[in-house]
């Protein structure tokens, strides 16, 4: 069965840090590009960061400089390192799996709270 499963999410006060992380069941994510979206109540999905298996990292432009994407290849493995973090980071955070050819898939969530 294919799985995406992320855990790290929580509650974290303004200016903290928290570490997501997004495990493949599949050795073939590797050659998918990999990233984190997020939903906050009442928005639309929108991009956090995605990476590809080669080429450049691609950041949403509210989380530019905070955010680090990152992955390990050998375990299909995504990262999302947050920093700096914000009440308007506050969000349900997606992991995200796709390839032109072999489609795209989504883990179930985790949330992000960030609150004093």
């Known amino acids: 069965q294919v799985q995406l499963v992320e855990s790290g999410g929580g509650l974290v006060q303004p200016g903290g840090s928290l570490r997501l992380s997004c495990a493949g069941s599949?050795?073939?994510?590797?050659?998918?590009?990999m990233g984190w979206y997020r939903q906050a109540p009442g928005k639309q999905r929108e991009l956090v960061a995605t990476?590809?298996?080669?080429?450049?990292?691609n950041y949403g432009d509210s989380v530019k400089g905070r955010f680090t994407i990152s992955r390990d290849f050998a375990k299909n493995t995504v990262y999302l390192q947050m920093n700096s973090l914000k009440p308007e980071d506050t969000a349900v955070y997606y992991c995200?799996?796709?390839?032109?050819?072999?489609?795209?898939?989504w883990g179930q969530g985790t949330q992000v709270t960030v609150s004093s």
């Open positions: 599949l050795s073939i994510f590797s050659m998918f590009v």
């Open positions: 995200n799996a796709e390839h032109p050819s072999l489609g795209a898939y």
């Open positions: 990476m590809p298996s080669t080429g450049r990292t």
